[in-house]
Nanobody, 117 residues
Framework: QLQASGGGLVQAGDSLTLSCVVS????????LGWFSQAPGKEREFVAS????????SYADSMKGRFSISRDSDKRTAYLQMNSLKPDDTGVYFC????????????WGQGTQVTVSS
């Protein structure tokens, strides 16, 4: 399915790279997305990548700081996060949108990112 990793405790201004390993029925996905959920808040979109073309999309607040990529051979997607802020703290999830579906339906377990000021 999806296995996210790479979270941790960092200071404001630091960088962190998250990984999402894809397996099983998630592998024929059309798009992979990253989402974050801050304490007490709803899950929100961070970035996505079309698995075939590599086309990317970002939430406005992450543009210029975050970068999503994928390595098809390794079946892994990455989220490079730079200039981290305390507001970026949360659990980060990767999710798969399979071809023929209407939403992200396969979710990883999430990885915690904590940014201290």
């Amino acid at each position: 399915q999806l296995q996210a990793s790479g979270g941790g405790l960092v200071q404001a201004g630091d960088s962190l790279t998250l990984s999402c390993v894809v397996s099983g029925r998630a592998f024929n996905m059309l798009r992979l997305g990253w989402f974050s959920q801050a304490p007490g808040k709803e899950r929100e979109f961070v970035a996505s990548i079309n698995w075939g073309s590599g086309f990317t999309s970002y939430a406005d607040s992450m543009k210029g700081r975050f970068s999503i990529s994928r390595d098809s051979d390794k079946r892994t997607a990455y989220l490079q996060m730079n200039s981290l802020k305390p507001d970026d703290t949360g659990v980060y999830f990767c999710a798969a949108w399979r071809a023929g579906r209407s939403k992200y339906e396969i979710w990883g377990q999430g990885t915690q990112v904590t940014v201290s000021s």
